[in-house]
T-cell receptor, first 116, second 114 residues
Framework: AQKVTQAQTEISVVEKEDVTLDCVYE???????LFWYKQPPSGELVFLIR??????QNEISGRYSWNFQKSTSSFNFTITASQVVDSAVYFC?????????????FGTGTRLTVIP | DAGVTQSPTHLIKTRGQQVTLRCSPK?????VSWYQQALGQGPQFIFQ?????ERQRGNFPDRFSGHQFPNYSSELNVNALLLGDSALYLC????WGGGTYGYTFGSGTRLTVV
């Protein structure tokens, strides 16, 4: 069965520090998709990135960057120069044939608090 | 362009009662999925509707049922509420065949069962 592990339950950093959120996944499928979502206090899940299993290129989007390593089954997320607005719960998620490819299997989330 | 709309935003019910939650998908989307998010946990997939039929279901009992209407909006019904059903219920819309690409979530309905 698939599994998504976010070992960091809560992280606190001071504004402008860099922070990395870890995600380790398990799947038996060779084709799968990995995601990161942000959940602010308002509740909606905000899509950040989707990466397929054949694309191991790291990606940078502004202050956000993602490191996908199939060899260690990890898909880590780094926020550079963190800001108070980054405070939220961040979820890593997986979609594969076991999920039916039409829905997401989420980790338990990491609550990030950025202190001004 | 309106995103996913869910109603009500908050709800308090008594154990044993029944509840109906509603979701209007993003314009242009035809598929609706429902997720349950217990406090401190990640969302868990309940089921997915397309063309007014349940297409996929997660590991939830039959007390959880749904419906999709011709305008693609959807309802989630929960019968015989238990205290453990207290959670944030999230609706996500997408296009059938697109998988999870373009998945858009609503802000959810927070259900409290007392």
């Amino acid at each position: 069965a698939q599994k998504v592990t976010q070992a960091q339950t809560e992280i606190s950093v001071v504004e402008k520090e860099d922070v990395t959120l870890d995600c380790v996944y398990e799947t038996r499928d060779t084709t799968y998709y990995l995601f990161w979502y942000k959940q602010p206090p308002s509740g909606e899940l905000v899509f950040l990135i989707r990466r397929n299993s054949f694309d191991e290129q790291n990606e940078i989007s502004g202050r956000y960057s993602w490191n996908f390593q199939k060899s260690t089954s990890s898909f880590n997320f780094t926020i550079t120069a963190s800001q108070v607005v980054d405070s939220a719960v961040y979820f890593c998620a997986l979609s594969d044939d076991q999920t039916g490819a039409n829905n997401l299997f989420f980790g338990t989330g990491t609550r990030l608090t950025v202190i001004p | 362009d309106a995103g996913v709309t869910q109603s009500p935003t908050h709800l308090i019910k008594t154990r044993g009662q029944q509840v109906t939650l509603r979701c209007s998908p993003k314009s242009g989307h035809d598929t609706v999925s429902w997720y349950q998010q217990a406090l401190g946990q990640g969302p868990q997939f309940i089921f997915q509707y397309y063309e007014e039929e349940e297409r996929q279901r997660g590991n939830f009992p039959d007390r959880f049922s749904g419906h999709q209407f011709p305008n693609y909006s959807s309802e989630l019904n929960v019968n015989a509420l238990l205290l453990g059903d207290s959670a944030l219920y999230l609706c996500a819309s997408s296009n059938w065949g697109g998988g999870t690409y373009g998945y858009t979530f609503g802000s959810g309905t927070r259900l409290t069962v007392v």
